[in-house]
């Protein structure tokens, strides 16, 4: 693998089968049919999305969607701080649910510059900087000679030197 192992982490990431279960609950005491097998979840570095299909026969509105939206969004107070997305696919009949994770992942930089988006980046001949991870897990590589200006932003003793350091060294 490139990348770190995107369900190992230190600590825990979120109460993933909880939330899981909770939203699952929410969905089922409308009356709407969701077996194990309809549900999908993804653990991102920051985010967990967790996708509920309903069954191809069940006519979703978006009544129905709005009321799912507001009974999901009670489970999670704002006075957690915790950001929740929802999203309805019609197309594809299915609700994602995208929780902030109660932990954020730890991204190493080796890995980073050992995986093949970087690779790539370095054998096509650009000066590569590895910037860090998307919220889906990707690697995000720059070429330096892009940036005509390069800000980091961070609170105090969160590295901004030393990442300096590491794109200039």
Request: hydrophobic share 35%.
């Amino acid at each position: 693998d490139d990348l770190p192992d995107q369900t190992e982490r230190n600590g825990s990431i979120t109460r993933a089968a909880e939330v899981k279960d909770k939203i699952a609950a929410e969905i089922a005491k409308k009356g709407y049919p969701i077996t194990p097998e309809n549900v999908s979840e993804t653990n991102y570095i920051s985010t967990s999305d967790f996708t509920y299909k309903f069954p191809s026969d069940l006519k979703v509105t978006q009544a129905i969607i709005n009321d799912l939206k507001q009974e999901i969004l009670r489970e999670f107070p704002a006075d957690e701080d915790k950001t929740v997305s929802i999203n309805y696919n019609n197309r594809k009949g299915t609700l994602t649910v995208t929780v902030e994770n109660d932990e954020r992942g730890f991204i190493s930089h080796k890995r980073l510059l050992q995986s093949k988006e970087f690779q790539d980046a370095v054998n096509r001949g650009e000066l590569a900087v590895a910037i860090g991870l998307d919220d889906k897990g990707k690697p995000i590589i720059g070429n330096l000679t892009d940036y005509i200006h390069v800000l980091l932003a961070g609170t105090t003793g969160s590295g901004k030197s030393a990442r300096l350091n590491s794109i200039i060294t």
